[in-house]
């Protein structure tokens, strides 16, 4: 349901994707509620309790009303300054056929993601939440794409995420990732396309085998626990 909602407000910002289907029921515990969901999600729609399509609209209206609050945000999801749910595919020179889907790509060359979330939109919490999701890779894929394609637009293209609350009043924060975190990705982006050309090549593809590891956490997890800690002390 939660990916659902945010393919739903994905559909009514950028007004292109998945058709929404407005199932006209409180919950989906009933025999019926269930048939039409599962039956409009096979022919490729997305099903929405009544609340939910309420929520998409209500969503839709406070994103557009806060666009303006963000010079940077300008012209963003208007049709005369750039365009919606973008595929662009290359042949990588070291990965061959790779392709991305881009929310919103401006004229001015700017790439913005459209996030849901259902969390506090706060710089901390975003940072955490982008590192845990990975978006540096998404960053990097993107731009890697759109370089193999326009070699002379290196360098010009500018990336961000628009992140949305689910909850009202549906804050919105637009967000750039930190240079570290961009070097990063491009890293792992490069030598993951070195290591599937090779493995493509020798027919070879790694596992993991050996000793059993001991995973790793992160600093903000233990620190969670440390107040957990003291809170019941």
């Known amino acids: ?17 998945a058709n929404i289907l407005e199932c006209p029921f409180d919950s989906w515990r009933s025999g019926d509620a269930k048939l039409m969901r599962d039956a409009a999600r096979k022919a490729g729609k997305v099903p929405l309790l009544t609340d939910q399509v309420e929520r998409v609209d209500e969503m839709n209206t406070a994103i557009f009303g806060q666009l303006n609050d963000f010079p940077d945000l300008a012209g963003v999801f208007d049709s005369a300054h750039g365009a919606p749910e973008v595929m662009a595919a290359c042949i990588d020179p070291v990965g061959g056929w790779t392709r991305v889907l881009i929310d919103w790509l401006g004229k001015d060359l700017t790439v913005w993601d459209l996030k849901t979330t259902d969390i506090p939109v706060t710089e901390s919490r975003l940072g955490r939440h982008c590192d845990s999701m990975g978006y540096e890779w998404q960053h990097a894929i993107t731009e890697r794409v759109l370089c193999n394609l326009y070699p002379e637009l290196r360098g010009r ?7 949305a609350e689910t909850k009202y009043p549906h804050a919105i924060m637009p967000i750039r990732l930190p240079n570290d975190a961009i070097a990063r990705g491009r890293h792992h982006v490069a030598k993951s396309m070195e290591m599937w050309a090779a493995c493509k090549a020798s027919g070879e593809w790694p596992a993991h085998s050996g000793a059993v590891r001991t995973v790793e956490y992160m600093p903000w997890n233990i620190a969670g626990f440390d107040e957990y800690a003291d809170a019941t002390e």
């Open 1 to 17: 349901d939660k990916f659902d909602l945010g393919t739903a407000v994905h559909s009514t910002i950028l007004k292109r994707g």
């Open 157 to 163: 293209f500018q990336f961000g995420l628009i992140f």
